[in-house]
């Protein structure tokens, strides 16, 4: 599934492309993702230009600017989709299922959404920018972990108590965005934290720690375009490399790269964990 390090190689991908484009057309083949796709979306799109893009936990947002009004395009990639930019775009496949027609100085191109299992999203969202944060799916997200807020004392204040493992809080969400399955293992093995530690257990030195590697972590995989696990790729088509460069993430039984121990590998909530018992403590 796509994480934070891939939508955020996504969205730098699609800025020098989208950015101040305007949307002469749009096509939608299939409405059935995740959530419903607006009946009404071409119209609520065509003749918009294209400003920012951001991106918040896992979505992407492109704010549309309209002669009257303005919103924003949502997207989530789901587990298998991706966003590609086309000069000339091939034949809509089975699983092309929009398509947004861009007008700039040096012609016509296309942005495609391809997603063969459909779990992926594609939402018109009516909000002003100061009101964003309100809609429903964002407005229980955690920290952004580039935040200047965050650190050690954040996630120090916000596991007070609490005894579930410190993997599991990281894939919640709730307290930091974006640090999904792969990079929670390799944050913990790099913090030398076991993901079994109970949340409230451990100190404001060792989470001062966990924080920096959490960015590190999440810096270094931006930098090798994200990891690639099964459908995902770039919005050029290239795919990611971290996973060649993972200390534990689907290493069981490998030797651990720092102290030759054979990783080890948990089931935590219904997903895999590798650490080095030696490593992690």
Not at 178 to 199: D, K, M, Q
Request: net charge positive; proline share 7%; glycine share 12%.
């Amino acid at each position: 599934m796509p994480e934070l390090p891939e939508v955020e190689v996504t969205r730098r991908g699609l800025l020098p492309h989208v950015t101040g484009r305007r949307i002469a057309a749009v096509a939608v083949r299939h409405h059935g993702l995740r959530w419903p796709v607006d009946a009404d979306l071409a119209t609520r799109l065509t003749g918009r230009v294209i400003g920012e893009v951001r991106r918040r936990g896992k979505y992407l947002l492109l704010a549309c600017q309209g002669p009257e009004d303005a919103g924003w395009l949502m997207i989530h990639l789901g587990m298998t989709g991706t966003l590609r930019i086309y000069p000339q775009a091939p034949e809509p496949g089975p699983h092309d299922h929009v398509d947004l027609l861009l007008e700039g100085a040096h012609g016509v191109s296309t942005l495609r959404f391809r997603d063969p299992r459909r779990f992926g999203a594609v939402l018109w969202v009516d909000l002003p920018d100061d009101a964003l944060d309100t809609h429903p799916l964002l407005a229980r997200l955690g920290i952004e972990p580039f935040d200047p807020a965050f650190g050690g004392r954040w996630l120090h204040k916000h596991t007070r108590g609490r005894q579930i493992a410190i993997k599991q809080v990281l894939l919640g969400g709730q307290v930091v965005v974006g640090v999904g399955n792969i990079y929670a293992s390799e944050s913990l093995f790099r913090a030398g934290i076991r993901p079994t530690t109970p949340a409230g257990r451990i100190s404001l030195a060792r989470y001062d720690r966990l924080a920096a590697e959490i960015r590190a972590t999440l810096g270094d995989a931006i930098a090798l375009g994200g990891s690639t696990l099964r459908d995902f790729i770039g919005s050029d088509g290239a795919s990611g490399y971290f996973q060649l460069r993972a200390f534990v993430y689907d290493r069981a039984g490998e030797p651990c790269r720092t102290c030759g121990t054979p990783i080890r590998q948990i089931v935590q909530g219904q997903r895999s964990t590798f650490y080095c018992p030696v490593c992690q403590r």
